[in-house]
């Protein structure tokens, strides 16, 4: 099993590690856009997909709460993908 070790300086960085280390292992890049000040990432390999969100300093609102200055990065799997679809929207 492949694995890469390393440091990052924050979420930001840590989340383009893995979208670098996953093209090298062979996985389909879906979505890689920044978002705040934080980034997406999308991705895919064979049935499994991944959706990732990486946050430094933002105001986040989730099932109606507001949690303020969240740093650090949220992951969900999901059924597909769907380009219209926010990387915490995505099918299943």
């Not at 980034?39 to 990732?52: F, H, I, Q």
Request: aromatic fraction near 14%; hydrophobic fraction near 35%; glycine fraction near 14%.
């Amino acid at each position: 099993m492949a694995y890469e070790t390393g440091a990052s300086t924050g979420p930001n960085d840590l989340l383009d590690k893995l979208h670098m280390f996953a093209i090298a292992q062979g996985w389909i890049i879906n979505r890689w856009v920044t978002v705040g000040s934080g980034r997406e990432l999308c991705l895919s390999k064979g049935s499994a997909y991944y959706n990732m969100r990486s946050y430094q300093n933002e105001t986040v609102f989730s099932n109606g709460s507001n949690y303020t200055l969240r740093y650090g990065i949220s992951m969900n799997g999901s059924d597909g993908f769907a380009s219209g679809s926010t990387w915490d929207r995505q099918a299943g």
